[in-house]
């Protein structure tokens, strides 16, 4: 976690320290503090390079070991890393990781400044600084390049600022998860200032968790935007993100850039139309309710977990599953979507989905729903919702990738909150042919759990193969599950540039000519690219160190390392040091596969909330009014699971309506039902994604019982009622 400036240790009475860097000697935490940070971020179509910089002082009378820890993206490709102390500036360089490992250690030894970047965890990188000089100043940048996702047309970035806590169950242990868990409570400010380039244009610009000033303009044929925090600095109490509208995004389209080895990288990105229909579906929802959901996690879980069951297709079975240190059942065995259910599943979620349950251990209730009887004829959907804070990521993730039956069953995961485990949320998703999304602490919830469900009630559709004028194309290593408005990149490295490429897909093909290839200048491109063929699984493992040694990018097995050579503290103040380095390395974790876990840290996240859609910002409801989301809420808990209404005096006391004085010839429910698809029509049309499948229901259900134009009279004269207030 780069940003924390203050940390309370959890183990002993450590009390609270100044840190960002954090080091331990003689029993005690010395903290190196942090006394400024700048994040600079510049996207250019479906990717995004960051810039993080830090600034630290020592202001100990002696040098000092450090190590700190922070998050990014999943499968980043971390191509630059420099340190500047005083005057003298450091470059990393990429080394494999055993090699750079004995190099920093053979420099900590001989009194040397040395530095050693590190994956840890793919969402979670670490710094190991040795011989940090007394009363010098640090300055840390490190670089990295991430794809961005694309989901209901938008382009997504986020930055993680912080990591979230990891539970370690008992049976389990994981002494690198033990090396994080410390609870933050940082007031350092951060800037972020961003640049956009992309091919069409920006038609809107929003961040659902800052206020940010924006500024548009065009180069060199891109649309471009600038922009900074509205209060050009922020405390970092959640994670930081931006989305991005532009004209015409379903456009297929292949970026390239000629490299300094002589290759040519390619990135083709396009959005598919499977146009998949909908299957019969088992829907278990597995619920995170451990003591790490408290506060407004749990709320948009249950909040969540409601949107879910309401808008259910009619033919469908369901479970609920609510998990912590133990787990709990809704019923034995799925059950049929009916009335009774419906009503059964509501009561359970207001009264039982609770942050109460302890710890966070997902990978039994995992197993015992991979475990069940499938159900003839209906592929299981397994939906989890969590904040991420479990240690083993690497057994549920190969628990869910090694299931039988994998054409029976998919996998989706919803990552709520600031500070998720990116790793465990895209890695559940990506072994489950799935989707992951992301709700943080000021987004709204109803938009994701209706794309979510559309997702997992289509029918699977995959890439079949990749034609690129007879070169073989190196990823996707597997057939990729598509689905309908969800981005697909394809990474390449190739000896020349390619005239087109396809991509054959489940009844239907994408063709980019080079017409749509968009050369780029960057000099960034070609380092994700490499650290995408070296990780994908498409190369050998030799061959992927090859590729990051040539491209410079950090991965599982190579790392940053750089040493000042021109610093050698005295033999007194190294003999000194010696000592501290040894614990701090076995520490660490880095040089021995038993060694205990040091600090034991754990990161608290306190979120706050935006208006609800409907209020303004700075608004204010009349007392007594329901907020217009409360309004969506009661409106659609008055259905069944058909989509029928049938009581017109609960829908008028909802949105106070008068009296129906029109007497209608239709019965009662038709009424009540034509009258509640109008009320969602006028008041929450902004709010369509949310409500469509729903109301497809309502639809469905309607035909057969009225005729086409006796509809439109009848919405006419619905309409007519409610504008009269």
Not at 476 to 505: D, Q
Request: glycine share 8%; charged share 25%; proline share 5%.
């Amino acid at each position: 976690m780069p940003f924390a400036n203050k940390v309370k240790l959890q183990d002993g009475n450590l009390g609270v320290v100044e840190c960002g860097l954090v080091v331990k000697h003689e029993n005690q935490t010395i903290g190196i503090p942090l006394t400024h940070v700048t994040a600079e971020i510049d996207i250019i179509f479906c990717a995004a390079e960051v810039k993080l910089t830090q600034t630290y002082l020592n202001n100990s009378p002696d040098p000092l070991n450090c190590i700190y820890f922070f998050p990014t993206e999943t499968s980043v490709a971390l191509h630059k890393f420099t340190a500047t102390i005083g005057d003298r500036k450091l470059s990393g360089v990429v080394k494999e990781k055993e090699v750079a490992r004995e190099e920093f250690s053979d420099a900590v030894r001989q009194g040397k400044t040395a530095f050693l970047l590190e994956e840890l965890k793919p969402d979670i990188m670490e710094l190991m600084v040795g011989n940090l000089g007394s009363n010098e100043t640090c300055q840390i940048e490190i670089c990295y390049i991430q794809e961005l996702p694309f989901q209901d047309l938008l382009t997504r970035f986020t930055l993680p600022t912080s990591i979230a806590p990891r539970y370690i169950p008992a049976s389990d242990p994981d002494p690198v998860v033990g090396l994080m868990n410390m609870q933050y409570t940082g007031d350092v400010p951060l800037s972020i200032g961003f640049q956009i380039k992309m091919r069409s244009e920006i038609k809107n610009i929003t961040s659902p968790s800052h206020k940010v000033e924006v500024t548009q303009y065009s180069e060199e044929g891109w649309f471009c935007a600038g922009g900074t925090l509205e209060d050009f600095t922020s405390l970092l109490d959640r994670d930081f993100v931006l989305t991005l509208e532009c004209d015409d995004p379903l456009l297929p389209v292949v970026l390239y850039e000629n490299t300094e080895q002589g290759e040519v990288a390619l990135m083709m990105s396009f959005i598919p139309e499977t146009h998949a229909k909908d299957r019969l579906c088992e829907f278990v929802f597995i619920v995170d309710c451990s003591g790490s959901m408290d506060g407004e996690r749990i709320s948009k879980a249950r909040e969540a977990m409601r949107v879910f069951i309401q808008s259910l297709p009619e033919d469908c079975f369901f479970n609920i599953i609510r998990f912590g240190s133990s787990y709990e059942v809704l019923t034995s065995k799925s059950v049929t979507y009916n009335d009774e259910t419906l009503k059964k599943a509501k009561d359970y979620i207001d009264k039982s989905v609770d942050a109460d349950m302890g710890g966070t251990e997902l990978l039994k209730p995992l197993k015992k729903v991979l475990g069940w009887k499938y159900k003839k004829g209906y592929e299981r959907q397994i939906l989890i919702l969590t904040d991420g804070a479990v240690s083993n990521t690497e057994k549920v993730i190969k628990t869910i990738k090694n299931r039988s039956n994998k054409d029976k069953c998919r996998v989706f995961s919803l990552g709520i909150g600031d500070g998720v485990s990116r790793e465990l949320v895209k890695g559940m998703a990506e072994a489950g042919d799935g989707i992951q999304l992301f709700c943080t602490s000021n987004e709204p919830m109803r938009e994701k759990v209706i794309r979510m469900l559309s997702c997992a009630c289509s029918n699977r559709s995959e890439i079949s193969c990749v034609e690129m004028e007879g070169q073989e194309f190196l990823t996707p290593p597997a057939p990729v599950t598509l689905f309908t408005g969800e981005k697909t990149v394809l990474y390449n490295l190739t000896p020349i540039l390619p005239a087109e490429i396809t991509v054959h897909c489940s009844g239907s093909k994408h063709t980019v000519t080079s017409g749509n290839f968009v050369q780029v200048h960057s000099g960034k491109m070609p380092k994700l690219v490499a650290h995408k063929v070296a990780t994908g699984g498409v190369v050998s493992e030799g061959r992927g160190v090859e590729l990051a040694l040539n491209y410079q990018v950090v991965t599982k097995e190579t790392s940053f390392v750089c040493v000042d050579g021109d610093v050698t503290y005295t033999a007194n103040m190294v003999a000194r040091e010696e000592e501290e380095e040894e614990n701090y390395l076995v520490d660490c974790n880095l040089f021995g596969p038993s060694s205990p876990p040091p600090l034991r840290k754990k990161r608290m996240v306190k979120s706050r909330c935006t208006p609800l859609p409907g209020v303004g910002e700075g608004g204010s409801l009349e007392a007594g009014e329901d907020e217009p989301g409360d309004q969506l809420n009661k409106l659609m808990d008055l259905a069944d699971t058909k989509g029928r209404f049938t009581d017109l005096a609960k829908i008028r006391g909802v949105f106070k309506l008068g009296e129906l004085t029109t007497v209608s010839n239709f019965a009662e429910d038709i009424v009540a039902t034509v009258l509640a698809l109008v009320l969602l029509e006028i008041k929450f049309g902004v709010q369509r994604d949310v409500w469509y499948r729903f109301a497809g229901k309502s639809e469905k259900w309607l035909d057969g019982k009225i005729s086409k134009e006796e509809l439109k009279n009848l919405k006419d004269e619905m309409k007519n009622f409610v504008s009269s207030f």
